[in-house]
């Protein structure tokens, strides 16, 4: 089902409304139903459950999401912990630019800094964690989160990926392609520009961390994330925690109002980020 041709926040919210709908319903046959930036995946046998009849459930859904009126979704804000401009991704960056890069003479983030219009890397990276992101999908690989920028489209930072992929990509890596941040849940290939790296994992397949024990992967679409820049005294200091198996993200519930986001965003980012002050690890 596509719900638009770009993303933006309406399709996001009627792609994760009408997901969560089809899940909720329990239809016997459905496999699996996956939510994408704009757009939603569902995997069915045809033996079990008539295709006119899938079809006819879930535009029953979406009638239903874009006729309310109030466009809302309980999720969570989440605090991510970044060491920008740290050396394992620096190192990774010096590797892969003649032929990889356009612009082979700086560092990626220097080169989004540009392209961006602003003045150096430091301005960038303000504008990276000043405002929330929110997880339009997950995948590519196991837990993987594409996040978007709750700011105005032409306050969006945007800056294209690699010309050619990299076949090296550190676990954890806040990279950004187009308008889209992520962050890498494990090492491989990307072409996604690096700008730094999150302190803590984002994939536990062991469950051993306490934000895991429910389930592998800790981003659902809908999640909204802060990112929030750490030295390396701090960055080591979580990873000590997370040796331990006692580090937990700092999260807090909060009800997203689509409207509100697209009316007053600097207003409602404000809100959102209040959240986090009174949330603990």
Partial sequence: ????????????????????????????????VCPANASLLVRFDPDVLAPEELKRRAQ???????????????TRIIEVPVWYQDPYTAEVVQRFREGYHQDPSGTDLDYAAHVNGLSDAAEFIRRHHGSPWLVSMVGFVAGLPFMYQLVPRERQLEVPKYLSPRTDTPPLTVGHGGCFACIYSVRGAGGYQMFGIAAAPIYDPAQELPDFRDFLILFRPGDLVKFRPVDEAEYRSIQEQV?????????????????????????YNRTLLEALDGAEN
């Fill in 1 to 32: 089902m596509e719900f638009d041709e770009a993303m933006n926040l309406t399709a996001n919210y009627l792609a994760t409304t009408v997901a969560q709908g089809l899940t909720g319903l329990e239809l016997e046959g459905v496999v699996d």
């Fill in 60 to 74: 029953e859904l979406e009638s239903q999401a874009r006729t309310s009126t109030q466009h809302r979704a309980q």
């Fill in 243 to 267: 040796e331990a198996g006692t580090w937990r993200f700092k999260q807090a519930p909060v009800t997203f109002d689509v409207e509100a986001a697209l009316a007053d965003p600097d207003t």
